[in-house]
């Protein structure tokens, strides 16, 4: 007797599904998610991102122990419904953990439908409207020198682009090297002090147009640690130095704020990658508080929500800016400049400059080159994976479960990641 669960429709060709497995590797020491579909046609086979870092092998027990059961046997071209499936026999809507695994498994039969079509996919969303995807790199030190030595490196190599994040001495920031606090008073020895932070953050972009010019673009990440108010005085204090947007000033609690913060501050609000719904990150771009909208497109449910909400931006005057730092598979990075190729509203792509181990568990992964970002041409996603070098590089637990927390305030209280 057939259930909901089989073929629901007669399939253009008899090709099925026949496996999903995770594939968790951690060839930077970031633990990497990997969704792999097998078909019944030899060697045709999809990868999608699945990458949640911090609770891998919650996502990994998903795919390996759920999903089998939902998709073998099923036709791989049936990407909407099978990828709603998964949500919807959950029955309580998604969070980052289910929306990673539908997102490996939504780039996997994106893969897979390139493949079969004999085109990257890119063109099956509709085609290039630009070459390529100009990409921010991101520059750290412990001090503002220290910071800007390694922005002049990555001008030197090409980059047009930079996010800048120094920890002043005494005081760790986000993004930057923690340093032990030199707050008076301070009752937690690494503190971390928002009076300082507001009063150092003008310091550094002051520095940096002095010393990197006026044409290169700069960029940085509050990652949340602000309340509306302090956001605003943040975004004022940074008017002269012509920012080409400021990131996450409020944490998602207090998302329903950011029209006022946007309203106050005078450079791009870019915000979204802890949004865990692509239903939440419409309501983002609709709302009128972000200027680009960055999720991390595994956490909204994969390229085919994410797809949409482009759209969506596209209609609102929203640009993407989707989030691709080292905890992104070279999967995840290529569906994100799939996304940057073929939108019009494409504002910035942020890029990682992945180590060589990377490049071996993950043939064909895309490689920033003068600070663009050029999408594979071959078939699909152009990249195959390499599981015997996937298994050299194990991931484990290392301090990617509690990193997210680790700043406290010099009182002790833990600050909004
Ligand atoms: C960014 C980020 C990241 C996150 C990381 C969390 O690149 O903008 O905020 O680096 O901190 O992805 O795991
Ligand atoms: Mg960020």
Redesign the pocket.
Known sequence: MSSNFDNPWPSREPLAITGVRAIVTAPEGIPLVVVRVDTDEPGLYGLGCATF??RWKAVATIVDEYLPRLLVGRYPGDITDLTQLIGLTGYWRQGPVVNNAISGVDQALWDIAGKRAGMPVHELLGGKVRAAADCYL?AAGSTIDETLDRAEQLIEQGARHVRLQASTPGRAGY?APQVPSDYPGALYPNGWSVKAYLRDAPKLFKAARERLGEEVELLH?V?SRLTPKEAVVLARSLEPYRLFFL??VLAPEWWDQLPAVRAASPMPIAVG?LATSWTDAVRLVTGGGVDMIRC?VSDIGGLTPARKLAGIAEAVGVQTAW???G?TSPIGAAANVALDVTSPNFGIQ?GHVYSEPVHEVFPGTLRVTDGWLFPNEAPGWGIEVDEQAAARYPADLSNHDR??AGARLIDGSLVK?
């Open positions: 870092t911090q991101h993004g990440d990652h990131e996450d990658e991390h989030h691709g730092p905890d942020e990193w997210a990641p």
